[in-house]
């Protein structure tokens, strides 16, 4: 894209009655659009009427433009609508293309009134997500990939932005570093703030961060105030950064979560309220599954460890810190009819429980407790692979567990881990909350995570070998800084 194009989207946009008032797209616009590239790719120069059922704060404001930079014309859904009002807009709008998530594919699918729908009209349905299928005969499914790295890298910056912001004005909101010419000590911040002792480390990293990030200035020891941040510009924040969130790298729900605990961060710091609570609201595991399965680089990383079990042939599996069960379900989809035996452990019987019913029709799948900072049970066996997804962060030594998942793989196993690999400023506002203090390296640097060369170091040292570590820089969700390393035993 460049000038000329945003001038006559511009143009287009005012001339259309149905567009001209939405704000969503001016702020596209104004931010040049970034997301629009992919979609414009997917039309392959394809002139569409397009329904567009895509929030327009989301991918919805990238379609409208790359339809109409496609010289097509624009229908705009409704995406929560009932799939029978969906069907009977297709058929009545005349639409040629129909853009929407892969979930409403489904959706479509399974509605009743779907085989008495005249959709003769209907070419193409362009959707992102899982892969998905039309069960009516017709048009043809475009699967788009929405994401660019330029896309991510932004993403990336916004969001930081915004959890700074919350910070900034949670302390303030205490009546410190509210000026420029007042210094305090940490100590100082953490008592006006009545953050509880056990969050301390917490909030201490909060002032790292926002020195880092040149929010605050340090003088010694001694952190300098800056102007009062206003609640409008921390709203206008998680406004920039969910746009670019939502229906390109995860569920809205996710998004709301973190916006969800940065409204919560004074009750978070005394200890009036609980970061699990916020993660498993009355115990639903909607949120955290949103969190760690429905995520444009969950989906990527659980599906390249599947391949991996799959490549490896892997028949004798232990999965360690399983909770939700987001990895655990791709890989166990993908090995149903295979004989095998499945281990699905967690330090917590809750996640068990929950577990054992969404694989009731597995019997190879077998259900334990298991420690990543204890010893190994006796017995446990050996096994081809041990999966651990999200779960080695909260090792207190990342170095002995390595060495004791290591002594439960047969030579020549694999050991599949999926780690958070630098510090993310929203984790520092929820789950730093509730996690276990560090006894290794990440206790000398004051951070949550490894570094992806640590833990290329610590495979090492535990004496196994790398043998991939992905995505690669070249991908557009490496700014998400989340591996999977594979090492052999
Ligand atoms: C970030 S979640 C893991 C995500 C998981 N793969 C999923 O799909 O939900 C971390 C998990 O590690 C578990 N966990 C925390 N400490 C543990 C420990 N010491 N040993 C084993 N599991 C632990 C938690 O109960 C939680 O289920």
């Known amino acids: 894209m460049n000038v000329t194009d945003i001038d006559f989207l511009r143009r287009r946009v005012d001339e259309d009655d149905a567009l001209r008032s939405a704000p969503e797209l001016r702020e596209a616009l104004d931010s040049g659009a970034p997301g629009v590239g992919p979609w414009l790719e997917a039309f392959g120069g394809r002139t569409e009427r397009n329904l567009v059922l895509f929030p327009l704060r989301g991918a919805g404001s990238d379609i409208v433009l790359a339809t109409l930079l496609a010289g097509g014309t624009v229908v705009l859904g409704d995406p929560d609508a009932h799939p029978a009002r969906t069907l009977a807009l297709l058929e009545r709008s005349g639409a040629t293309a129909v853009t929407l998530p892969s979930k409403l594919v489904e959706r479509l699918n399974s509605e009743p009134s779907a085989p008495m729908t005249d959709l003769s009209e209907l070419n193409r349905i362009y959707y992102v997500g899982e892969p998905a299928r039309f069960d009516l005969p017709g048009p043809a499914l475009s699967r788009v990939d929405t994401l660019t790295l330029d896309h991510v890298e932004q993403f990336v910056a916004r969001f930081r932005d915004a959890v700074l912001a919350s910070m900034l004005l949670t302390l303030q909101a205490n009546g410190v570093l509210r000026d420029a010419a007042v210094s305090h000590s940490a100590e100082e911040i953490l008592n006006a703030a009545r953050v509880a002792e056990r969050h301390h480390g917490v909030v201490q990293r909060w002032l790292v961060a926002l020195t880092e990030h040149g929010v605050l200035a340090r003088q010694g020891d001694r952190f300098l105030g800056t102007e009062p941040i206003s609640r409008d510009a921390?709203?206008?924040?998680?406004?920039?950064?969910?746009?670019?969130?939502?229906?390109?790298?995860?569920?809205?729900?996710?998004?709301?979560?973190?916006?969800?605990?940065?409204?919560?961060?004074?009750?978070?710091?005394?200890?009036?309220?609980?970061?699990?609570?916020?993660?498993?609201?009355?115990?639903?595991?909607?949120?955290?599954?949103?969190?760690?399965?429905?995520?444009?680089?969950?989906?990527?990383?659980?599906?390249?460890?599947?391949e991996y079990v799959q490549r490896l042939g892997a028949k004798r599996i232990l999965e360690v810190g399983a909770g939700t069960g987001a990895t655990s379900e791709v890989v166990i989809r993908d090995l149903a009819g295979q004989a095998t035996d499945y281990l699905f452990t967690d330090l917590s019987a809750f996640f068990l429980t929950t577990a054992k019913e969404r694989f009731a029709e597995h019997p190879w799948v077998r259900y334990g407790i298991y420690d990543i900072d204890t010893e190994n049970p006796e017995g446990l066996g050996t096994f081809d692979a041990v999966i651990a997804a999200g779960v080695l962060n909260n090792a207190r030594d990342a170095d002995a567990t390595l060495k004791r998942l290591k002594d439960l793989l047969v030579p020549g196993g694999s050991l599949l881990i999926i780690e958070p690999t630098r510090e993310y400023y929203e984790i520092l506002i929820s789950q730093a909350f509730m996690m276990t203090a560090a006894e290794d390296a990440r206790l000398r640097s004051g951070t949550t995570f490894l570094s992806r060369q640590q833990w290329v170091e610590a495979i090492d040292r535990a004496g196994l070998s790398l043998v991939d570590v992905t995505p690669d820089d070249a991908h557009p969700l490496s700014p998400m800084s989340q591996y999977l390393f594979v090492a052999r035993h």
């Open 234 to 306: 921390v709203e206008k924040a998680w406004d920039a950064s969910e746009k670019l969130w939502t229906g390109h790298l995860g569920a809205a729900e996710v998004a709301a979560y973190f916006r969800h605990n940065a409204e919560r961060l004074p009750q978070l710091m005394t200890g009036e309220e609980q970061a699990t609570l916020l993660l498993f609201p009355e115990g639903r595991t909607d949120i955290a599954d949103a969190l760690y399965r429905d995520t444009a680089v969950a989906r990527h990383l659980n599906a390249r460890v599947s």
